[in-house]
């Protein structure tokens, strides 16, 4: 039936994990962390870039899943 990637975002590290819909088998799991290369830019710039590096390899690690039919991303408090 495919699977389910789940991303848990933070600001300093992503939580991933993919399960099989049908059975609800956990299947793997890691933790994507940005790049360290942005240290010393101002506080907007320094998010700005993390977020980017973030999206960029969420993309790659997960781009050639081709069975990936659902995607869940947590719901970030706002305060």
């Known amino acids: 039936m495919g699977t389910l990637l789940t991303l848990d975002l933070s600001t300093t590290a992503t939580g991933w994990a993919i399960f099989d ?3 609800k088998e ?3 799991c ?3 962390k940005p790049d360290c290369s942005y240290r010393g830019k101002s506080y907007p710039e320094q998010q700005l870039l993390k977020m980017r590096d973030f999206a960029e ?3 790659v690690k997960f781009s050639g899943m081709l069975d990936l039919k659902r995607i869940v991303i947590e719901e970030i408090n706002h305060g």
């Open 21 to 23: 819909i049908e059975t």
């Open 26 to 28: 956990l299947l793997t």
């Open 30 to 32: 890691g933790v994507l």
């Open 57 to 59: 390899k969420i993309t």
